[in-house]
């Protein structure tokens, strides 16, 4: 792509504006097989240069799928005209975007070619396989459904003040559901994984065969399962649940958008949000887990996605910003400018989102609760700009005086996230992102992964229809 990426460069220098262009080509493929058939089998490939410049304190975009010279100057000249129109409409112009270190050179994450070396046959047998095995495990297992997705994606990012980054990775995931019924009930039990690298990569941490089982098992387990009364409880919530309180519940509240529109964390960089014993990061790669959902080394305003420490040791440190509000809170840009396709502006958007571990064993955490749950399989859910937050759970475990004595059918847990995240009062040193196979939503997708260890807090629980 070395040529391409010239004619970008060349093509944004020639620019009296702020230019940034960004070349994507997106290679994508999606298998779904349900009580043994193929229900879904699907490629697609997209290509195209989004163009975005910054003239008269105004931002204009355009994009293209045509990559001829001429096509090119003229989306250029679209995105100019777009923002010169806007300036005039515009009560504050948008400041000039200050020196920043950028990316430059080629930037490769592992995987890319094994994954695509692998067959689509291979992988639809895996699928088939899996499904079937799953479906097989039990009388009482109806149905089940198995898919896998993967995205193979190349990028140029160049920019008039000095990025000029090429980019290269694979995303991958993996869905297992098992349909359970028994007396005219009936529940699910799932199993995902998201990944970023290779095939084998998906399965570093259970085997294809262990993630059936396990989907084919809790979809039983559940049948028998009572529901959970409700009430403010102490929890021990699994990566996985910690994951989608740290993303949705607080990394969006830190999004510096969101911030200047008035989330509950504006205003509060300096001050005590959380337990000291709370740290959390976003990364666009993470030490403790290689392969997270959301790797990335360099972000789509060619900044180097490094990891930003959102709250240390329970005090807020740091908002996730873009160049332009990084300039605007006088920091550094924090490579959390993200677009899911060429013709997709970037929004700051998060990638690995986490808690980092502490020093205890989960089985001591466990042993040291009286009376709480283990709460586990996250269902999803919902938040705000207030930290107000109410998430679904499928897998909770009763725990009295230190050991796991019951399994109940499904809750929500919900309370305040800043609120909650001040009563913990253990961290365990056990970590993992368990969020890959997930997309995040704002105004556009975006892949992103979160989780962190097993974390003991306070908030309510109450029951639902698992």
Known sequence: MSELAEQLEKLAHSSPHWTELRYHRRNSQSLQVQKGLVKQAKSSITTGVGIRVLAEGAWGFSSTSDLSQSSLEKALKQAVECAKSI??????????????KLAKGEFKL?????????????????????????????????????GYNEMFEDKIV???????????????????????????????????????????????QYSLAEMSEEAAKLA?????????PGGLATLILSPAMVGILSHEAIGHTVEADFVLSGSVAAGKIGQRIASPLVTLQDG????????????LLVDDEGVLAGTTTIIKDGILNSYLHNRESAALYQVEPTGNARAWLYHDEPLIRMRNTYIVPGALPLQEIIASTQDGYLVDCPLGGQADATGEFMFG????????????????????ISGQAFEVLSTVDAVSKEFKLDLGSGYCGKGQPAKVDAGGPYVRCKAVIGGIQA
């Not at 980054?165 to 019924?181: D, V, Y």
């Not at 039983?220 to 959970?228: E, F, N, Q, S, V």
């Open 87 to 100: 300036s005039q409409m515009k009560k504050a112009a948008v400041a000039q975007l200050p020196a920043v």
């Open 158 to 204: 160049v920019t008039s003040d000095g990025a000029n980054a090429t980019s290269r990775l694979a995303r991958n995931e993996f869905r297992l559901s098992a349909f359970a019924s028994h007396a005219g009930e009936m529940v699910q039990g799932h199993h995902t994984v998201g990944r970023t690298g290779s095939w084998e990569c998906l399965f570093n």
């Open 393 to 412: 759970a499928q897998k909770v475990m009763q725990i009295k005086d230190g050991k796991i004595v019951k399994l109940f059918r499904g809750a929500t």
């Open 284 to 295: 666009g790669m993470v030490r403790e887990t290689p392969y997270g959902g959301g790797d």
């Open 110 to 146: 592992e995987g890319y070619e094994a994954l695509q070396k692998m067959s689509l046959e291979q992988k639809l047998q895996s699928v088939l396989q899996a499904e079937e095995a799953t479906r097989r495990h039990s009388p009482n297992i109806q149905s089940a459904t198995c």
């Open 220 to 228: 039983i387990d559940l049948l028998k399962a009572p529901r959970i």
